[in-house]
Nanobody, 115 residues
């Protein structure tokens, strides 16, 4: 059974930092492209960052220079380090594992930005 378990969300002040973690089980983690998506209230889910199995990375424009995605294949874990957090980063953040056609999602972790 495949599981992606996110952690690290919470309440953070604008300008603060958080690190999200997603630990996978039931998959050969190292061959999967991993990503973080987010969904804000009333909005569609959007791709935030992706790290390929080659360790190449992609970021959506709104988080470039602030967020960093990384992976630890030995721990089956992908991270999203969020710095200089803004109110518009408030959303549920989802972990995604993709090795087409296989794709899996985590349950999400809430990030709320508020002073």
């Amino acid at each position: 059974q495949v599981q992606l378990v996110e952690s690290g969300g919470g309440l953070v002040q604008p300008g603060g930092s958080l690190r999200l973690s997603c630990t996978a089980s039931g998959i050969n983690f190292s061959i999967y492209n991993m990503a973080w998506y987010r969904q804000a209230p009333g909005k569609q889910r959007e791709l935030v960052a992706r790290i390929f199995r080659t360790n190449n990375t992609y970021y959506t424009d709104t988080v470039k220079g602030r967020f960093t995605i990384s992976r630890d294949n030995a721990r089956n874990t992908v991270y999203l380090t969020m710095n200089m957090i803004k109110s518009e980063d408030t959303a549920v953040y989802y972990c995604n594992a993709d090795w087409s056609p296989r794709e899996y999602w985590g349950q999400g972790t809430q990030v709320t930005v508020s002073s």
